[in-house]
């Protein structure tokens, strides 16, 4: 299916932006590859998904392209892709071809990719830096090509005129670009995230007892492609009791029992946009006596670090706040002995909550960006604080494996709750509520299957 272009206006604005960061450098050429297509077996390839980097500059999905930017007395935009080939585009569909490209994608220039190892050498010479997507790319051949592309380059030279001197990384800079979303980037995350909300709807109206979580997933991708979703972001978790406690199980053959918990963690891409949403419910649509006991802790630690999640506050302030949540929790259950100090002290929490509460979100499941801030000293790295537009994920949970000090009326129980945030000037916008969390709300969906 193909993707919605993004804004041409807005395409354009975030190059530039990138060149005028080079010429605080002093200018240089930068190139950055889009991915390359993978082999799932013999002539057979995976499902190509583009670079995000080169996708957020240029609105190109096309495979086996590059964006090659100058920073110099004109500044220069020049899309490398695949030419106009008839024969093939018969097999594998209508190319744009660098005319067409240039034109709908707002390039200065465009040329054909087979062109590539002839045209870079020769933009090498006379520059001062080269830059690239050196610590992100998706490109494994990335350095083997800027190697030889300087050596070509160094083959041509006459005279007195120089070679790039300083190899700098972009990914840095695109990652402080991509941190902050536009107003088109939020409408495409929310509409991801409605699709996603309802696809984990659907899967909690299908769930029953002797049901597959194969089942589940193939309610949750047929909901995606159905409602304008390109792909999953991320291969989706499915799993039913204890298999919850298994942070990234894939959905299996296992059969969901009448008491189990079923633990989802699914989302959809749209337009090169990930959601990102977990809801754990009940199999037969009645939470038991202990499952409802964490489930409310649970939801209580995403609800205090919510309220931790707004631009007077830290990354990790909503982390630190859960932590308090669920700890508390897991002392008044007694899954855990001792003061809440020493519990957090010592970390033991770790045993039932052993990842983080959130994470970036973006064209990326777990988007670029730095957690924490620049240094003020060489020592200190305080955490970033929360900026509005920025969109992380708040996933707060809770797992208990069989242990000899753990009451087995909590063995098997793995919880997550997990929703999509935007941060605004004064807090946060869950955008993927469009699916419950409220335990009383889903046991109203189940009921009504």
């Known amino acids: 299916m193909p993707f919605t272009t993004p804004n041409l206006k807005v395409l354009t604005a975030r190059r530039k932006q990138l060149l005028t960061w080079m010429h605080t450098l002093g200018g240089g050429v930068a190139i950055v590859p889009t991915a390359p297509e993978r082999t799932r077996n013999r002539d057979n390839h995976h499902s190509y998904r583009h670079d995000s980097d080169f996708y957020y500059l240029t609105g190109f999905s096309e495979a086996h392209a590059w964006l090659i930017l100058v920073a110099g007395d004109i500044d220069q935009s020049i899309l490398l892709c695949e030419g106009k080939n008839p024969e093939v585009e018969i097999w594998n569909g209508v190319r744009w071809g660098p005319e067409a490209a240039a034109e709908h994608f707002g390039f200065d220039q465009a040329h054909d990719v087979k062109d590539l190892d002839t045209f870079i050498p020769k933009l090498l010479v006379g520059q001062r830096n080269l830059f690239s997507t050196l610590s992100h790319s998706t490109q494994p051949d990335l350095l083997k090509h800027l190697q030889g592309w300087l050596v070509a380059a160094q083959h041509s030279v006459r005279g007195t005129r120089a070679l790039p001197q300083q190899w700098l990384d972009l990914s840095d800079p695109l990652a402080e670009m991509r941190l902050i979303k536009d107003a088109s980037e939020l409408a495409t995350m929310r ?68 008491g189990d918990l079923v633990l989802i963690d699914a989302g959809c891409e749209l337009d090169g946009y990930a959601s990102d949403i977990t809801r754990t419910f009940p199999a037969n649509g009645k939470f038991s006596g202990p499952q409802r006991a964490l489930y409310d802790i649970v939801l209580a630690a995403q609800q205090a670090a919510y309220e931790k999640t707004s631009p007077q506050h830290h990354f990790n302030a909503g982390h630190d706040a859960a932590v308090q949540v669920l700890t508390q929790g897991m002392l008044d259950e007694g899954l855990l002995q001792g003061t809440l100090a020493q519990a957090i002290e010592t970390a033991a929490y770790r045993q039932f909550y052993m990842h983080r509460t959130g994470h970036w979100l973006g064209m990326d499941v777990h988007d670029v960006g730095s957690y924490r801030s620049p240094p003020a000293s060489a020592e200190e790295r305080p955490w970033r604080q929360l900026q509005a537009g920025m969109v992380l994920t708040i996933e707060p949970g809770l797992y208990v494996r069989p242990a000899p000090d753990v009451a087995k009326k909590f063995w098997g129980i793995g919880i997550r709750i997990e929703d999509d945030a935007v941060v605004t000037e004064t807090g946060c916008e869950l955008i993927t509520r469009g699916v419950p969390v409220a335990p009383d709300e889903i046991e109203a969906i189940m009921r009504a299957r």
Do not use: W
Request: proline share 1%; hydrophobic share 45%.
């Open 191 to 258: 509409a991801a995230a409605a699709i996603s909300a309802q696809g984990h709807v659907r899967a909690m109206q299908t769930a029953r007892p002797g049901c597959h979580e194969y089942e589940l997933e193939a309610e949750l991708l047929y909901h995606f492609r159905k409602h304008g979703a390109q792909s999953v972001a991320y291969d989706s978790i499915v799993a039913a009791g204890a298999n919850a406690c298994v942070l990234h199980h894939r959905a299996g053959d296992a059969v969901m029992q009448a």
